[in-house]
């Protein structure tokens, strides 16, 4: 069973806009939530992460938003960039473990 | 230290031989993971060890794979009759003691099995 969801496979944004990424989960007991971007044929690199008693943090153009009774977050990249353009992750934490979502892709359109 | 080292990047093997995949992690991070990713997923995890103590395999780890941490430094990770459902990157992660985030990843072993 798929505890960390992406539903969007891929997103195209136009440079300069905001970016929006979503992930659903499932598991009330996740602590932390985390999201990666990944360009291809490297590892996945960490963004920002949020702690399950928070419903916001921001870093510089990164912001996550955590709604519990929803069980949903999302990533907002203001303004979009073309190096943003990768796939991104979203993670979840329970005791040691990452549970990650499959990812969406994200195009910066110029 | 330049982060989270894997060896070898790509490996090509045929169907039944072994493999095996290294892994050196930061050097203060005393925590260090195995993830295996395929075409279209996120990571999945394969097994954690802290200091050289493995402390935990997932169900996906099946009999033909082994790790180890022999120092507690670098972890190997063999794959013994690999099979092509095996093709897979397999991804090393590190972080330091008490760290609930932030894990560093390393570049990843892509590996195909023919």
């Known amino acids: 069973d798929q505890q960390v969801k992406q539903n969007s496979p891929s997103l195209s944004v136009q440079e300069g806009r905001i970016s929006i990424l979503n992930c659903d989960y499932t598991n009330s007991m996740f602590d932390y939530f985390l999201w990666y971007k990944k360009y291809p044929a490297e590892g996945p690199t960490f963004l920002i992460s949020?702690?399950?008693i928070k419903d916001k943090n921001e870093d510089g153009r990164f912001t996550v938003f955590l709604n519990k009774s929803a069980k949903h977050l999302s990533l907002h990249i203001v303004p979009s960039q073309p190096g943003d353009s990768a796939v991104y992750f979203c993670?979840?934490?329970?005791?040691?473990?990452?549970?990650w979502g499959a990812g969406t892709k994200l195009i910066i359109k110029p | 230290d330049t982060g989270v080292s894997q060896n070898p990047r790509h490996k090509i093997t045929k169907r039944g031989q072994n493999v095996t995949f290294r892994c050196d992690p930061i050097s203060e991070h005393n925590r260090l993971y195995w993830y295996r990713q395929t075409l279209g997923q996120g990571p999945e995890f394969l097994t954690y060890?802290?200091?050289?103590?493995?402390?935990?395999k997932s169900r996906l780890l099946s009999d033909r794979f082994s790790a180890e941490r022999p120092k507690g430094s670098f972890s190997t990770l063999e794959i013994q009759r690999t099979e092509q459902g095996d093709s897979a990157m397999y991804l090393c992660a590190s972080s330091p003691p008490g760290a609930n985030y932030g894990y560093t990843f390393g570049s990843g072993t892509r590996l195909t099995v023919v």
């Open positions: 993670a979840a934490t329970f005791n040691y473990q990452l549970i």
């Open positions: 949020i702690s399950s």
């Open positions: 060890f802290q200091n050289e103590a493995q402390l935990e």
